[in-house]
């Protein structure tokens, strides 16, 4: 783990989560464990908030051929249909 621009900080854990963290994690490498761990659970949350973000940006009516399953694969063939022309070319 890089020392640059980084901090200490407290962080309390449940004993048996620290338990576990003991048993499988050596003690030179906790804190580049949790950062991966933060690091990983974070671009989750920030992906999920992207989508309620986007959420009802493309409406039906502005994008008909996206308005169900059944025409996506339509519009999914069609798109790929023309790759697929351009490959064969």
Known sequence: MATVNTQKITVTLPKPLL???DAL???HQRSDF???AVREQLAILEQAQAVDEAAGAWSDEAYPELSD???IETWLA???SGWQRQEAG
Do not use: W
């Open 69 to 71: 399953n059944t025409a």
């Open 19 to 21: 338990e576990r963290l």
């Open 34 to 36: 949790i950062v991966q």
């Open 25 to 27: 994690i050596p003690t």
């Open 78 to 80: 069609k798109l790929r």
